[in-house]
């Protein structure tokens, strides 16, 4: 995709997932789930990459270290 359309790509991440309704942590969904019904979800956006910078790997770090310390 950047090949045919070069233009900057924001890594994304979402934080507070992890043991949400929707979470694969415990039983899973609709599962005898106990937990909270809503839970606080984060979206996180880093800075852009250049096209000629963005590689797979690369965007894989980014995105795990905007996650932090949240699963």
Do not use: C, N, Y
Not at 16 to 42: A, C, H, I, N, Y
Not at 49 to 57: S, T
Not at 63 to 69: I, K, N, P, Q
């Amino acid at each position: 995709m950047i090949e045919e359309t070069p233009v900057p790509v924001v890594p994304l991440a979402l934080r507070g997932l992890w043991g949400s309704f929707f979470s694969r942590e415990g039983k899973g969904p609709f599962k005898g789930w106990r937990g909270r019904p809503w839970s606080r979800v984060d979206v996180v956006a880093g800075d852009p990459l250049l096209p000629a910078a963005v590689q797979a790997d690369t965007l894989r770090k980014r995105v795990l270290a905007l996650r932090g310390s949240h699963r």
